[in-house]
């Protein structure tokens, strides 16, 4: 017995409409995963560059402090 072909459209319709349902959370899900990875860049170079600037300032620091001692005139 054939199928009427109105229910050949309702299942046509159907299998769109769970194609663009799994389309949509497949494009949703690599959204998320690129503003993850975003934000996981952001957070690896912000705290480098804190690091980068903790150890200039340990480094002048510490040539101060050889420098002072090379020009104690205090102590001579």
């Not at 009427?4 to 769109?16: A, F």
């Not at 503003?35 to 996981?40: A, C, G, P, T, V």
């Not at 480098?48 to 050889?66: A, C, E, L, T, V």
Request: glycine share 6%; no cysteine.
């Amino acid at each position: 017995m054939p199928v009427p072909q109105s229910m050949w459209s309702q299942i046509g319709l159907q299998m769109t409409m769970e194609i663009a349902v799994y389309l949509f959370i497949g494009s949703s899900m690599a959204y998320w995963l690129v503003l993850m990875r975003i934000d996981d860049m952001k957070q690896t170079h912000y705290w480098r560059g804190r690091k980068d600037g903790f150890d200039m300032h340990r480094r002048m620091i510490q040539n101060k402090i050889k420098t002072d001692e090379v020009f104690d005139y205090d102590k001579n």
